[in-house]
């Protein structure tokens, strides 16, 4: 479906793709996880930016 019109599937409709039938299976799990996942990556790149823009600005 996605070939024929020549479109490129993006991360986030892979990952749904993927997760999709694993979190109909245990749905609580995958929640949990899902969630601690996006708050330490979110986590990470907060830090990360404040990094970036601490080191950026002149002391």
């Given at each position: 479906m ?58």
């Open positions: 996605l070939e024929s019109e020549g479109v490129i599937p993006t991360a986030t409709e892979v990952t749904i793709i993927i997760a999709e039938p694993i979190v109909e299976t245990n749905r609580d799990k995958c929640k949990i996880s899902f969630c601690a996942a996006v708050c330490s990556v979110g986590l990470f790149m907060v830090a990360w930016l404040m990094f970036v823009f601490w080191n950026q600005r002149p002391h």
